[in-house]
């Protein structure tokens, strides 16, 4: 199997972090400092039966972003390219104006979205379900997978969801 993942999600939810775990390398910088990662980052996923790109795409939770429109609409057309989409959010972070803006422009979009809940390990349960409930009320995902990018809890699971989508 074969396919192209973009991750998308506010500054600091996790996308770097994920993507380096995926292709096993340090190839997108990781920092506390928004807007770090300037560029599209594509990282291949190998196995024996399956080759996946993943796109991290920057910029893309602000209509006027700092590093222009031609930013943030590249990253508005890779979107249209890919087999999934997996949303990034933090369980021990509210919804925000960024998250909303890229819920409009995913709703108009037809590839399957995955809620990917990040920082697992930051946040208890009930709060983690009360976050899950509040993202679900505001647009269908096709999968809602909680995971943490930093200690790899649920990493093979989203791997393999994935997988099965393409
Ligand atoms: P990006 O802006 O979405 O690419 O976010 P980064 O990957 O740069 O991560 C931002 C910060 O969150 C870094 O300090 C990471 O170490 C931290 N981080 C990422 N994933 C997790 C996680 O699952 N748990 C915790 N506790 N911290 C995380
Ligand atoms: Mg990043």
Request: without cysteine; charged residues 25%.
């Amino acid at each position: 199997k074969s396919g192209f993942v973009a991750i998308v999600g506010r500054p600091n939810v996790g996308k770097s972090t994920l993507l380096n775990r995926i292709v096993g390398q340090k190839i997108a910088i990781m920092s506390d400092k928004a807007q770090t990662t300037r560029n599209k980052i594509q990282g291949v996923y190998t196995t024996e039966d399956t080759q996946i790109v993943f796109i991290d795409t920057p910029g893309i939770h602000k209509p006027k972003s700092r590093l222009g429109d031609f930013m943030v609409e590249t990253a508005y057309s890779a979107l249209r390219e890919v087999d999934v989409v997996l949303f990034m959010i933090s369980a021990d972070q509210k919804r925000g104006k960024g998250d909303d803006f890229i819920i409009e422009r995913l709703k108009k979009s037809n590839v399957p979205v995955f809620l990917v809940v990040n920082k697992l390990d930051k946040v208890q349960p009930d709060q983690l379900l009360l976050t899950i409930e509040d993202y679900a009320k505001q647009m269908e995902f096709a999968e809602v997978v909680p995971i943490s990018a930093t200690e790899g809890n649920n990493f093979e699971t989203l791997m393999q969801i994935i997988e099965d989508k393409l």
